[in-house]
């Protein structure tokens, strides 16, 4: 996975769903299996479009913050930055 070179957009991008809609739950971590999934949607063009169906599904539920309580910043990503 981390010869990708998709691999820093995915992260983005799951950054992003996880910011933007309700798709994960409150007190997710950044797994490797989604990482690998939006590696291939991206790879496969398909990323934006299933963004944009993401944000329609899972809309950002007004007042509830990606972040779990008690938390201060982003969700933990345990893969390093390229």
Partial sequence: MSDSKNTRKAREMLLKLAEETSIFPTNWELSERYLFVVDR???LD??????KIASRTYP???GVSCLGDGQKKQPYCPFPSP
């Fill in 41 to 43: 949607l991206i790879a």
């Fill in 46 to 51: 398909a990323a934006e479009e299933f963004f």
């Fill in 60 to 62: 950002r539920r007004s």
